[in-house]
Structure formats: C-alpha cells, structure tokens
C-alpha cells in the first residue's frame, strides 16, 4: 500500500467527520504516536509503518458524541466489532480505514536487540528488514524477530471491518492451532508449578494500572471497582493478595470480551504477561460456546447471553 | 457421615441464593440433619448475583473452598438469574487450575427449598473433599 492512497483516503473521510484518528512520529524514531486529525493540513504529519502499534480504537467509546474516522490494522478490527456487538458505539458514527497489516514492532523487543542505545533513525524495507542507525552504527533487524508475540500466530492480518481498505488483501499463512499453542503449553505444568509462575509475575506489579488503561475493552472509566471505595474491592496495601485480586479483576472483567490486541501487555513497565489470563478465557469460550470475540458482526460475547440447556456444560459432582 | 469434628476446621464459604438454596439448607437444620460446621454461609438474592470475583476474593483472602449453590435450571425465582450463573461460574471453574489454584476448591450446584437431604449431602461431601486437599496455602508474604 501507498502512504498516499491513505492520506488521500483520509481527506476524502475527513469532509464528513469531526475527526480522523490516525498516527504521526511520536518523541524519538522509534515510537509512533495518536495522531487527531481534524483539518486537512494536519494529514501531512501523519506517518504509516511498522511503528505503528497502538490500538486506536480505544478511543471511540469515549468520543461517542463525534463521527470519528479510524485507522485500524486487522487485530484493532476485531475491537470496533466487539463494541458493535456490546453496544458501545455505533455503525454508523465511526468510519474505519483499513489496513491490512504484514506485522509490527515490539519497542521492547527492538532496544533488546539494540542494547538499549539511543536511535537516530529506523526505516523499513518492504521484504521485512529493518535498518537502525544508533551511535553512528548501522543494524539491520527482521521485523519478524522483533514483533510482538500476537504477530507471530496472527490469524487477521487484513481487518475484518471497513469502510474504506487501503492496499491488497492479506491472507495468513500462519496455522489456527498456533493461537493458543502457549497456553496448552501452559497447562501442562502442575498446579504448584503454576501457582508459583503467577505469583511471581504478579509480584513484580507495581499496580500502575497501565494494563487496564490501554485496555480498549476496559470501559467503566471512573467507575473501575479497582478504584472504587465504595464498593471497596482493593485496598491501597501493598501486597501479593491485592496485587493478585487486581488481575483477576481485569480478566474477568474481559472474560469472552478480550479481543488479544495485547495491548496490555505492550504497556505494561514490568514486562507482566497480563494477556495470557485472558486468553485462557477465550480458548475456553471457544472450547464451550464456539465464540471467538470480535469477528463476527451479528454475534453476542457469551456472558451476555444463555441458552436454557448448554450443550457443553456438564454438571459437576462431588 | 465423615467424623470431621475431630480435625481442624476449615474455611468454606457458601453462596445461598435466597429462594432456593438457603431455604433448602433451613429444611436441612429444620430436619435436623446432621452436617459439618465449616461452612459459612452467605445469603444473595439469587446465584446470578455471585461474582465469580466473589469467589476470587474468597480464595485469595484466606478460604479454603467455595460453595455456590441456587436454584435449579429453569426454577429461579428471577426466571434466568441462573443460567447466567452457569456460565459464568464454569468459566471460573475453567479459569482456577491455570491460576494453580485446585478447582475442587470450587463447587457450584443446584439444591431446591425442598431438598434437605441434597444438601445436607452436598454440604457433607464438599467438606469431606476440602479436607482431603487441607487447607489452601498460597504464598502470604508481603512483597518488596
């Protein structure tokens, strides 16, 4: 696809809405930032590359007074279809531009392999390459060992909803049983085993919030019962329990919801794999209600809903 | 009937919902069943108010085991509290062994107003599991 095509898509789009979300550079070569585009000289800042690795549909439940235009890669897709479905926007008041995508960055992946040294500049090559100047010194990286785990098995790499698509059609090579390989990897260790694992990451929390910050299906807002005192769910202690409670709110708050746009764990500081919890939940409502979140327009997430006799839930006994 | 009374007792909670559940573990005690005393009990409106974070909550801060209990598919009292309950609480189910948590720390079950026996049985044989497992210890230290 051609960075023209889609400014050019933008100032068609932008004549019948109040904004255009999209990305520009953000403080350094290596991050990209939210670009709110609302008058046509703005489109020129606006950039399109594999820095590009926010989810910017996490501002639309907020903006639903506006006509908004978006510019989504096929996993963000997933997240306007989940709202559709969940009744947080509406159709007809967000405009998508789509892109279908070959992969990201992980900005964490790449100052690994860099040594953390400052970058005076990034460019990307279309067979994948990446090329870092830092300290005077050239690297050239693949964008397939530096993208976040979410690319390496993505199943939708061209998005699911649009209006407007920019460039061809991408289909996946990338096998459905990869998708939660690592969870039943997961599974096979033994309870004690696990319960250290997660004690352990949950540990190192420092209860930031981020996660659920970035969350674009985290929508309660100031009502988060995380926060709350009334009702008091968490207390302010610092401690393993409070820590532990505060996931567990976050999954399950997301269960059958979470579209694994792993943006929770891209800003997590503590580099905690928050995403899996809910992934887990997700093979399960796949396993149970043959639900996959965000994909299909005209279905309910299953906690919403029930059927008078479940096919896939057996009654347990003691 | 396991003679618990003479190990330690444990911590299970109990999840009653108001119509069915808890009137069915009043026809117990009317009765006078015999049944082991770890249970506490807590009264809600119906089984689709538990949040399986209620259960969560339970566990982390020092329960043992959990016991939901409400009416039976197709007999709640708000007509489709329970089938929400279904569903949620079997994703929990799903959701405590990833965590390393033992989920047969966790039962939900359907017992009516009527079915002392069932609970009484229930009851009985959850709590002879839990002392099977002994006490859940998770890791209580505070951290840096």
Redesign the interface.
Known sequence: MSIEALKETIGKVLKDVDVVIAYKEGFDALHSTPHFITSPEQIDKMIWNPLCVHNLTTYLPSMKNKKVGVVVKGCDSRTIIQFIQEGLIERGKVVVIGIPCKGVISVAKVLKAIDHKPIENISFSDNGDITITSEGEKKVLSLNDVSPDKCTTCQYPTPLIYDHLIGEEIKTEKPAESVYGDIRE??KLS?????????GEF?RCIRCYACRNACPMCVCQDSCIAETRDPH?ISQR????E???FH??H??HL??RCVECGECERVCPMGIPVNK?KR??NL??KE??DYEPGVKLDEKP??FV???E?AK?K??K? | MPDVALQQELRIIGFLCNWCSYGGADTAGVSRFKQPTDLRIIRVPCSGRVDPLFVVKALLNGADGVLVSGCHPRDCHYSDGNFYARRRLEMLKRLLPFLGIDDRRFHYTWVSASEGARWQETVTNFTKRLHELGPLQLKKEVSS
Not at chain 1, 238 to 241: I, K, Q, S
């Open positions: 997961f599974e309870l004690e085993e696990r319960l250290k694992y997660w004690q540990d769910w610092l401690n393993l329990t820590k532990f409670m567990m709110i999954a399950l269960a059958g919890l887990k939940i399960d409502m149970l209600f299953p906690m029930f059927n008078v479940e839930i009654e347990h003691i």
